[in-house]
């Protein structure tokens, strides 16, 4: 063996090659960048479903109201000829 080199079995198990971890490394960014759309979309509709709950919960509190204004419920208030029993601010 001539001196400054390694046995040949060390250098065939010394681990992985710069290629080898290069390609991975590539591979590993050509999916997180086909999963980063992925979770935008799952985080808006995560949004809209948020959305719909409060329009429902705020169109049941208004229909209460007005049901309450009809059944003479809600007295304290001047509420106009027209309005329908909605609530003044709307």
């Not at 985080?43 to 003479?72: C, P, Q, V, W």
Request: hydrophobic content about 40%.
């Amino acid at each position: 063996m001539s001196a400054g080199h390694a046995p040949r079995s060390l250098l065939s198990s010394s681990g992985y090659t710069f290629v080898e971890l290069l390609v991975v490394a590539t591979i590993v960014m050509i999916l997180a960048s086909a999963i980063m759309p992925l979770a935008k979309v799952t985080s808006t509709r995560t949004r809209e479903a948020e959305l719909r709950r409060s329009l429902r919960e705020i169109r049941t509190a208004i229909d209460k109201y007005k049901d309450a204004a009809d059944l003479g419920q809600i007295g304290s208030l001047d509420i106009k000829v027209g309005s329908e029993n909605y609530p003044p601010d709307l």
